[in-house]
């Protein structure tokens, strides 16, 4: 993740983007309860690992695909240190709002094994967004709705989507 630093030099602004290792140190992750068993952050490294252990975590579900910022930990390097401290690992990623039925279904899988779950990408947006479409058959579109509200995440985006899904399914069509 690239950070905006302002420096004022000779009176003047000058605005230079810094990579985030350098100068300024790295922001804590910003984890966000959305259920008892389910949470979802922004981009996580190798360094937050003990932190989501000692929180009761088991699963963790990457949906960010590799190289978005020069500055991201592959998935492959993330996978590795996650599962050497014993947590399940899932890599399902999403690019481009692109929320495929296969996606859905992956992460409808993981979540089954799982206890206590974090799912993360870049802001979080993309994990929540592909928990609600994978909880739509058996949730309500507006419970879906207010959980990501609650979590500080707007899916009216995917209110369309959700409202198909549940009715599809209430109809006994899946």
Partial sequence: MVRAVHYVIRGQRELRSLAYSHFVSRLPMELRQVTADFAVADQIT????????TRGFTTLI??????EAADQPTAAQLAESARLMGFDWHWIPISSGNFTEEAIVQFQQALATATRTLAFCRSGTRSIT??????????PPATLLQLGRQAGYDLQGSEARLQGIYQHHKKGNL
């Fill in 46 to 53: 190798p360094a937050d690992l003990a932190e989501l252990k």
């Fill in 62 to 67: 990457c949906n960010r695909p590799d190289h």
């Fill in 130 to 139: 592909l928990w609600s479409l994978s909880q739509a058959k058996h949730t």
